[in-house]
T-cell receptor
């Protein structure tokens, strides 16, 4: 079934450690996104990529980095995790036009202790 | 800047009753509007979208939404609630000339027997 695969499903991480959340899509979508979901705050955009080779900052980019070496993969890296990065992280993709909806993965639940 | 306001973090209805989830948007240009549903421990699924065609949009699972420019609203309705409708619902907006999708803070729908 076509879609977005995120890994790991959940992770407990010690503060100060480095962590990469993986995201792969098989729909050949141009655009990809990373959101974090926190209670009462909805989904907030961390980083996005309109096409392979380009990335941009979203609403809450500090402490996170991304790369887009090819169309399918869009990893999110926390260089040195802090407790405020405890959240559920969702990767999404879209065809890249204004009217095209986002397709979401099932999320990664990250706890930073 | 585009934004979305969802009135009511929680809405409770009885099974068989009308569902009304409110969404108001702010956008300087004609927007694209989306409703998503999230079931526990899952990603977001598209319910319906408005992309400047018909103002009354029908989605999956019997939901529909009406775009009202004069009220800057895109409220989600369903004539008769079912227990399986219990979930969190997110409204989202994207300006026609802007790639990023901005989400509201969500409304949790509770359905009682």
């Amino acid at each position: 079934i076509a879609g977005i695969t995120q890994a790991p499903t959940s992770q407990i991480l010690a503060a100060g450690r480095r962590m990469t959340l993986r995201c792969t899509q098989d729909m050949r979508h141009n655009a990809m996104y990373w959101y974090r979901q926190d209670l009462g705050l909805g989904l907030r955009l961390i980083h996005y990529s309109n096409t392979a080779g380009t990335t941009g900052k979203g609403e809450v980019p500090d402490g996170y980095s991304v790369s887009r070496a090819n169309t399918d993969d869009f990893p999110l890296t926390l260089a040195s995790a802090v407790p405020s990065q405890t959240s559920v992280y969702f990767c999404a993709s879209s065809e890249g036009t204004g009217r095209s909806p986002l397709h979401f993965g099932n999320g990664t639940r990250l706890t930073v202790t | 800047a585009q934004s979305v306001t969802q009135l009511g973090s929680h809405v409770s209805v009885s099974e068989g009753a009308l569902v009304l989830l409110r969404c108001n948007y702010s956008s300087s240009v004609p927007p694209y509007l989306f409703w998503y549903v999230q079931y526990p421990n899952q990603g977001l699924q598209l319910l319906l979208k408005y992309t400047s065609a018909a103002t009354l949009v029908k989605g999956i699972n019997g939901f529909e939404a009406e775009f009202k420019k004069s009220e800057t609203s895109f409220h989600l309705t369903k004539p008769s609630a079912h227990m399986s409708d219990a979930a969190e619902y997110f409204c989202a907006v994207r300006d026609t000339g802007f790639q990023k999708l901005v989400f509201g803070t969500g409304t949790r729908l509770l359905v009682s027997p």
